[in-house]
């Protein structure tokens, strides 16, 4: 997905600079020190330039398809197909002409190419076909394919036949096509064979007794499970160059939904990757967290790597039948030294929970966890957790632990983070199987005593805009516009609850906008400001609207 985004933005972005009127200065000179180039080089290049014809797609499959390569040359046709027709529809929209039209001054080596010029074709189908054909190669073959690539780009330049920008664009086009054709027809993992870790792991002072594949598939990671010679069950992490994606998508989904100070840029192999987590999870352990141990770490010669941690026995928490209150208070107690180490999880949620045999909660898979976060990450954690877990025991029990434990200030830093944009696709595919736990989460949410509560809309931000059919049965019947009740109206403004022995709230009077608060003076979460200002340290208000 990532690189069919990528690759359809540069697409986009080179279509306006090819209708751009005059030719930018920077493509022109590019192009005329590639047209420019010795005569010497027209022979090998034009052979290496039918790389990117139709008839180069019929005999990369043709081949495969002798190979016993099935689905290698069923991905090879349809990128290479697609590529083709692709570039002649673009070339149709775009309408952009040949150098020789474009240029005024005469051509080296023109190849009285006919149609339009933007995008290349021949630069597409060879980027489609190398994309179809990655998965299915060694890593040698895959950098030759892209160098064939490139190679074929810089002929079509240096032939005259198209301009830098139509040649980047036919690239972008070819990739973005060959990965949605993995997209949509799957395309192959490659992973190490399990002698292959094996040997890795002897040759790092750890050997196993026996190391199998399990019959589980985790995203981003190829999982393992073995026993150590002293017959201890360990769990192996495998990652590969090809895995990364996973990781850059969801980085750049958190860069988008909640960016914070301390996000970082993605791993640039998967050792640091590997690495990264064993380092975190060893300052998890050492503030006192339940996490498995780390056995080691080990690298391989493809440029994989390899996380072995210690197996705990036990049953991942969202899959528990029945969930003891017990269990719920020491999960929030083990949530509470990640936060004292400030430690972010970053995909806290109830499926990275195993608790074992005893009734013991476990935090597992801190992969994109991070040390010393910030305030908003830990915030995230705790609104990850609250929406995950009330899916699985509810939210009011949900909440009912987490207030149990946690200090009212730290449950409010959360609040404005059940937004379902602020949560993992994970759990909000969970969410939507129990509509209404983000809403019930918030009415649910422990107020220090003497406090009104500010009521939350189904999307977590503060305000009034919601149905009453979504408003819990203890809240006040919504007021028209005028005051009066108004049945079947979407309600303008509630009066929170009030202690008992409080005197009844008289109506405000009207005044005029001069004489009202200013807007810095208010408290706001959400776009709609109260009309008294709150913080957890402020007195209780008397009316929040």
Known sequence: MLRVVLGGAVVALGAIVARRSPLPRA????????????????????????????????????????????????????????????????????????PAEVLAVPLHRFT???????????????????????????????????????????????AGAHLPVDVIGGVALGWAIGAAVHLVLGAPRRIPSVETVRAALRAGGTPLAELWVPGIETPGSAPLLGRTEQGEDVFCKVLGREERDTDTLARAWR????????????????????????????????????TPRVATTAALDDGSAVLVRRVVPGRGLDTLPDVD?????????????????????????????????????WIVDLAVAVPSAG?????????????????????ERAVASAGGVL?????ASALPLLAPLALSPTTRRAVRTRPGSSTRCAASWPVPPGRSRPYRCASGAAGCRTSPSSRPSAWPPARSSSGSAGP????????????AGWPPVSPSPSRPRSARRSPSSRWSSGGRPCRTPWSPSSPAPSRIG
């Open 255 to 290: 860069w988008v939904s909640r960016r914070g100070p301390a996000d970082e840029a993605p791993f640039t192999t998967p050792s640091r990757a590997v690495e990264h987590e064993a380092y975190v999870a060893l300052l998890a352990e050492r503030a006192g967290v339940r």
């Open 325 to 361: 209150d017990r269990v719920l208070r020491d999960l929030w107690g083990q949530v509470r030294l990640l936060r004292r180490s400030r430690i972010a999880h970053r995909e806290l949620r109830a499926g990275n929970v195993v608790v074992d045999d005893g009734g013991h909660p």
């Open 407 to 411: 200090e009212p200030t730290e449950l």
């Open 375 to 395: 305030d908003r990450d830990l915030a995230a954690d705790l609104a990850e957790l609250l929406a995950s877990l009330a899916t699985v025991v509810g939210p």
């Open 112 to 158: 009285d190419a006919d149609g339009l010029g933007y995008p290349s074709g021949h630069a597409a189908v060879a980027a489609a076909l190398a994309t179809a054909a990655a998965p299915h190669l060694p890593r040698p073959l895959r950098h030759l394919a892209w160098a064939v690539v490139w190679v074929v780009a810089a002929a079509r330049v240096y």
């Open 27 to 98: 493509e022109e000179n590019l192009f005329r020190l590639l047209n420019d180039l010795p005569d010497a080089l027209e022979p090998p290049v034009t052979l290496v330039m039918q790389a990117g014809t139709l008839l180069a797609v019929v005999v990369a499959a043709a081949i495969a398809l002798l190979a016993g390569r099935q689905l290698l040359a069923r991905d090879l046709g349809v990128a290479g197909a697609l590529a083709w027709i692709g570039a002649r529809v673009l070339k149709e929209v775009v309408d952009r002409g040949r």
């Open 488 to 499: 079947g109206r979407s309600p303008t403004r509630w009066s929170a609850p009030r202690p």
